[in-house]
C-alpha cells in the first residue's frame, strides 16, 4: 500500500523559508513522477510542481517559479519542495502526490494528507 507523508509545514512571516519534504513508502518510488499542489483556503487544488522520475525534468506554476525548487532523493525515498521568499498568498495546505509527470491532478495516483503553510504579513 502505498503512503506518502509530508512534513516541514508551519507558520512564517512573509519573505521567509521553509522546506517540505514528502516521504513514500510501499511501491517503486523512482519510477514514478512526483508533484506538490496546495489548496488555499476556498480555492481548488491548483498545481505547484512537479519532477520527473529521474529528477532531470522539473515543472513549476508560473506563481512559484524562481522561488521554489523541487527535488528528490530516490535512495531516501522523498521528494523536496524549498520554498523561498515566501508571501502571503502561498498560504495553502501543501499536499504530494505520486504518479504521472504532469501539471494536473488526474495524472497523480496517490496523496499525501498534507501539511499547512501559513505565512503572515
Known amino acids: 500500500q502505498v503512503q506518502l507523508v509530508e512534513s516541514g509545514g508551519g507558520l512564517v512571516q512573509a519573505g521567509g523559508s521553509l522546506t517540505l519534504s514528502c516521504v513514500a513508502s510501499g511501491g517503486t518510488f523512482s519510477s514514478y513522477a512526483m508533484g506538490w499542489f496546495r489548496q488555499p483556503p476556498g480555492k481548488e487544488r491548483e498545481f505547484v510542481a512537479a519532477i520527473s522520475w529521474s529528477g532531470g525534468t522539473t515543472s513549476y506554476s508560473d506563481s512559484v517559479k524562481g522561488r521554489f525548487t523541487i527535488s528528490r532523493a530516490n535512495a531516501k525515498n522523498t521528494v523536496y519542495l524549498q520554498m523561498n521568499s515566501l508571501k502571503p498568498e502561498d498560504t495553502a495546505v501543501y499536499y504530494c502526490?505520486?504518479?504521472?509527470?504532469?501539471?494536473?491532478?488526474?495524472?497523480?495516483?496517490?496523496w499525501g494528507q498534507g501539511t499547512q503553510v501559513t505565512v503572515s504579513s
Open positions: 502526490a505520486k504518479g504521472t509527470y504532469s501539471r494536473v491532478t488526474s495524472a497523480y495516483h496517490y
